[in-house]
């Protein structure tokens, strides 16, 4: 755990971004990023805080950028199915590996996966209600993330809502992973890329202090538990 977290690890890239990665093992990591996600990410207080009082106006499209192997598209699938609300939930990520794996294994949630950039959408005009993220902000550079808000912003539009979650970049952090995951290295995690990925997202990741300060005015950005950040962009600001 002598990781070096002073400043971002830009130059380190994730295991499985590797176009080359061992196919098995990338199906492997996509099987169990959804019970790692469940206790990392706690897709329940996104859903319990944004989305669910937006479905309950109507029919709401959520548009999940980077959604990898979509299991957070299909956990709130199913909370949206519980509670009776009606959703089009839309998984974009420009690994086709990714949607490919994603479709196959939807499970009738009902998610639509798309394969393509944030940038072809917004060329085609479409609009979403809540446009989110999670744990794609450290795989982009600075002149990314820029267009990753603008676009993203573009996709909201002025009544759409902007949620990009993330792992904040700290010795807590780091060193919280790499012990509650020491345990499954050898059984849940194993022939998997999750460990090694998480300890370098980590690397990768922003504190709050580096996002903010790139944020473009009308973003704000939220601390949580445990070492999570948030960066959003409301309702009705279209400064961005």
């Known amino acids: 755990m ?24 990338l199906e492997r990591t996509y099987r ?26 109507g029919l709401v499209r959520i548009l999940d950028v980077g959604a990898g192997g979509g299991d957070l598209c299909r956990a709130l699938a199913a909370r949206l199915g519980r509670d009776g609300l009606p959703a089009e939930i839309i998984a974009l990520d420009a690994d086709e590996r990714a949607t490919a794996w994603a479709a196959a ?60 979650r993330d792992i904040a970049r700290s010795r807590t952090a780091y060193a919280l992973f790499a012990m509650g995951t020491w345990p499954f290295a050898g059984n ?26 790139v944020a473009p005015a009308g973003w704000t950005v939220r601390r949580g538990l445990p070492s999570r950040l948030e960066l959003r962009r409301e309702p009705g600001d279209e400064r961005s």
């Open 188 to 213: 849940l995690l194993a022939g998997s890329f999750i460990r090694a990925d998480g300890l370098t997202s980590i690397r990768r990741s922003y504190t709050a202090a580096e996002l903010a300060a």
């Open 105 to 164: 294994h939807d499970g009738r949630a009902g998610v639509i996966y798309r394969c393509a950039l944030v940038a072809d959408l917004v060329r085609a005009g479409e609009v979403y209600d809540i446009v989110l993220s999670n744990h794609m902000l450290h795989h982009l550079g600075a002149a990314e993330l820029q267009d990753m808000l603008a676009d993203t912003a573009r996709l909201a539009g002025p009544s759409g809502l902007v949620v990009h």
């Open 32 to 57: 169990r990023f959804g019970a790692v996600n469940a206790v990392v990410s706690r897709p329940g207080a996104l859903y319990r805080g944004d989305i669910r009082p937006r479905a309950r106006a």
């Open 2 to 25: 002598g990781a070096d977290l002073s400043a971002r690890a830009v130059d380190v890239r994730e295991l499985m971004d590797d176009p080359a990665a061992d196919p098995q093992t």
